[in-house]
């Protein structure tokens, strides 16, 4: 029966496994195009065996020095596109959202938090999250967030057992392995040292606050010392992991340029701060309002990692958008414990059977079901997306979000030159139109710079010196959005001639 019966964690996973493969979000989360040369990447890098240096997809830039930092994760995503197309990419994305909420809901159970709570609590994350629900590797950070704060927590929480403290010590040394896939897989791997960092202070802070005045307090103090030294340590062996990657020490010098740039920060939409008229980023709120009333409420037992933790999760949501995922999941990890104790006290007719349920759930382990739909998903997946005469999945780039028909327009026709299309179509055209033709700029904003983006919000915008941009950089054809101010002034141009028109884009060539 612990093997065979799914626990509510179990059910969470298979609902939102199905939910996300079999129905139009799988089309949402192909909604960032940046995903086509995630993919391409890959396929270059399984073929050539070796990582790319160079760019290899731009006309203005070909052949400059590339930081493809997320390798690991693009040779994952083109085998996967290989051997099930885009199915195959939505399905990893899928499994990994997956495993991330139903985890966290397993992991409050655990903690103590009633089933009602975690159930209600998990799905307000989840619901806040959906404002990043795409194909990109930042989901990958979701999954190590969340198992670096499971080491971390439980090694504050029970590494103070003397029958804990060995495998605890196990756990916290699992970290540097880590370290070793998330550097290789997203650049969200610095999360993990601003969580090492908070469990570090909180360990200081209780080594140094403590007097030796109560014998218990004296061992407090003494564990509380050797755990800090113990972080520190690890912390150390972590920070050398990060430099096993393609291009060690530069690694750091190219991200601290990127998030240093004020111009690329304040002009990429995902660095910018929620928009809280969205229903998300509602949800986003009410998880922040909820985390500072349980400090509140409880301030008295709360630990200065948790205190640190809330204080980290919403300066970092409200600074940026793209955030807004994992400091859902922190602020859901640390307000819900504090909160169980009170709402375990409020009685209702439902509550027998909620303690009953969390009694089962405790003891199902086996997790079977997740991992048969996991596997029969792929094989779904790799079969076209059919079982049987039923179609299941078709995940695809969908229209309007993307110029699908406008590009298979280009693709039937001649061998274009270089292509202009703005950034966020850019990812696409690589994943449709590589190696015959190449773009002109995409949505790698680190690798293109501040220079050159400059020109090219100058031209998609068609402010004053507009053609500039166009003659310096040899563009041969033009496919920017329908109605858009750059395609109304190249519909009056004598230079340019207009070869397609739909309601989503309008394709321009040079006239001869």
């Given at each position: 029966m612990r093997v065979l019966l799914p626990s509510v964690g179990d059910l969470i996973f298979l609902a939102m496994l199905?939910?996300?493969?079999?129905?139009?979000?799988?089309?949402?989360?192909?909604?960032?195009?940046?995903?086509?040369?995630?993919?391409?990447?890959?396929?270059?890098?399984?073929?050539?065996?070796?990582?790319?240096?160079v760019d290899l997809f731009s006309s203005t830039m070909n052949g400059r020095p590339w930081f493809a930092w997320e390798w690991l994760y693009d040779l994952t995503v083109g085998q996967l596109e290989r051997a099930a197309g885009l199915n195959g990419v939505v399905w990893l994305t899928a499994l990994t959202i997956a495993l991330v909420f139903s985890w966290t809901f397993r992991l409050l159970v655990r903690r103590g938090v009633s089933l009602a709570l975690a159930l209600g609590l998990v799905l307000l994350a989840a619901s806040a999250s959906m404002v990043h629900f795409l194909a990109r590797p930042h989901v990958m950070s979701w999954l190590f967030t969340l198992v670096w704060f499971w080491i971390l927590d439980t090694n504050e929480l029970d590494?103070?057992?003397?029958?804990?403290?060995v495998k605890q010590n196990r756990k916290l040394w699992s970290l540097p392995l880590l370290m070793l896939v998330w550097v290789n897989v997203h650049?969200?791997?610095?999360?993990?040292?601003?969580?090492?960092?908070?469990?570090w202070a909180s360990a200081a802070y209780t080594w140094a606050r403590l007097r030796e005045t109560r014998w218990e307090d004296a061992m407090v103090k003494l564990r509380?010392?050797?755990?800090?030294?113990?972080?520190?340590?690890?912390?150390?062996?972590?920070?050398?992991?990060?430099?096993?990657?393609?291009?060690?020490?530069?690694?750091?010098?190219?991200?601290?340029?990127?998030?240093?740039?004020?111009?690329?920060?304040?002009?990429?939409?995902?660095?910018?701060?929620p928009n809280f008229h969205g229903v998300a980023e509602r949800c986003f709120a009410a998880l922040m309002l909820i985390a500072l009333v349980a400090l509140a409420a409880c301030v008295r037992r709360v630990r200065v990692s948790e205190g640190l933790i809330v204080l980290f999760a919403v300066y970092s949501g409200l600074y940026a958008v793209r955030n807004v995922p994992v400091s859902s999941l922190l602020l859901v990890l640390v307000a819900e414990p504090l909160l169980g104790p009170r709402m375990s006290r409020l009685r209702s007719?439902?509550?027998?059977?909620?303690?009953?349920?969390?009694?089962?759930?405790?003891?199902?382990?086996g997790h079977f079901w997740p991992i048969v739909g996991a596997v029969a998903a792929f094989s779904i997946a790799a079969n076209g997306g059919n079982t049987g005469s039923?179609?299941?999945?078709?995940?695809?780039?969908?229209?309007?979000?993307?110029?699908?028909?406008?590009?298979?327009?280009?693709?039937?026709?001649?061998?274009?030159?270089?292509?202009?299309?703005?950034?966020?179509?850019?990812?696409?055209?690589?994943?449709?139109?590589?190696?015959?033709?190449?773009?002109?700029?995409?949505?790698?904003?680190?690798?293109y710079g501040e220079d050159f983006l400059r020109d090219y919000v100058t031209t998609i915008h068609a402010e004053r010196g507009w053609e500039k941009f166009l003659t310096e950089h040899n563009v041969c054809c033009i496919l920017v959005p329908q109605g858009s101010a750059v395609a109304n002034i190249l519909a009056l141009s004598r230079d340019w001639k207009e070869i397609y028109r739909d309601d989503v884009a309008v394709a321009f060539d040079k006239s001869q």
């Open positions: 199905a939910t996300l493969l079999c129905t139009p979000l799988s089309t949402k989360l192909l909604g960032d195009g940046g995903i086509g040369w995630h993919i391409r990447t890959g396929q270059i890098i399984a073929v050539t065996h070796a990582i790319p240096r590494g103070l057992g003397a029958d804990s403290g650049g969200g791997f610095l999360v993990g040292f601003a969580l090492l960092g908070i469990y509380a010392r050797s755990r800090a030294k113990q972080l520190f340590i690890v912390g150390v062996f972590t920070l050398l992991a990060t430099f096993f990657n393609p291009y060690g020490w530069r690694l750091y010098a190219h991200i601290y340029q990127y998030l240093s740039n004020r111009f690329l920060i304040d002009h990429i939409d995902e660095f910018q701060s007719p439902l509550s027998g059977f909620w303690v009953r349920m969390k009694h089962i759930e405790l003891n199902l382990n039923k179609h299941l999945m078709d995940a695809h780039f969908g229209s309007p979000r993307f110029p699908v028909e406008a590009v298979n327009h280009l693709e039937a026709g001649k061998s274009w030159g270089p292509i202009l299309a703005p950034d966020y179509w850019g990812g696409y055209l690589i994943y449709r139109l590589y190696p015959k033709t190449r773009v002109v700029v995409d949505d790698r904003h680190d690798f």
